[in-house]
């Protein structure tokens, strides 16, 4: 079973505009499509969503609708960073910033990225996480609402166990962006 901290410490890898070391002994997980990612992916309006923030400290909550960004994908599986949409990305404000790597939001300090987002993983019904080659319709960036189990771990991190994911928004990037 693929615990909390583990997707945790795997999405903590990604450094700032950069990717996980890559270790040509480690194997990333068979990705095959899975029917439970694709069904979770929804176009249906989830409701009023709160932030990532109040999430955060309402943890736990058996059932809510949270808002943010997606900021870092886990490879192999359904699981992603969502950050807190009062934090601009990088160039979010300033177009001409020029940052080839916005959803890494390394204009900001890492204490306040950490404050401010939190995990968000896809589970089959025994509780291990989906394993994905990637999350239909989906990309960094994008922003959207998350249906779902708010948990708070004995470490204190939070993340989602979600059922149903709507995207609301993709912002309009430079064409010239090479995505991860």
């Not at 901290?5 to 999405?11: G, Q």
């Not at 990305?89 to 204490?111: F, M, N, Q």
Request: contains cysteine; charged residues 25%; proline residues 5%.
């Amino acid at each position: 079973m693929m615990k909390n901290w583990m997707i945790t410490a795997l999405l903590a890898l990604v450094a700032c505009g950069g990717e996980a070391k890559k270790d040509e002994t480690a194997k990333t997980p068979e990705a095959k499509p899975v029917a439970g990612v694709a069904a979770a992916i929804v176009t249906t309006d989830l409701g009023t969503a709160m932030s990532v923030a109040e999430a955060m400290k309402g943890a736990p909550i058996d059932e809510a609708v949270v808002l943010g960004r997606i900021s870092k994908i886990v490879k192999g599986y359904a699981a992603f960073n969502l950050t807190d949409q009062a934090l601009e990305y990088c160039g979010e404000k300033i177009p001409e910033d020029d940052c080839k790597t916005p959803w890494d939001y390394c204009c900001i300090d890492s204490a306040t990225q950490t404050s401010n987002r939190l995990t968000v993983g896809i589970y089959d019904k025994d509780g291990n996480i989906l394993k994905a080659a990637d999350l239909p319709g989906l990309r960094l960036l994008d922003l959207v609402a998350i249906k779902g189990k708010v948990i708070k771990d004995e470490h204190g991190n939070v993340s989602i166990h979600a059922t149903s994911i709507q995207r609301r928004e993709r912002p309009k990037l430079p064409d010239d962006l090479r995505w991860p």
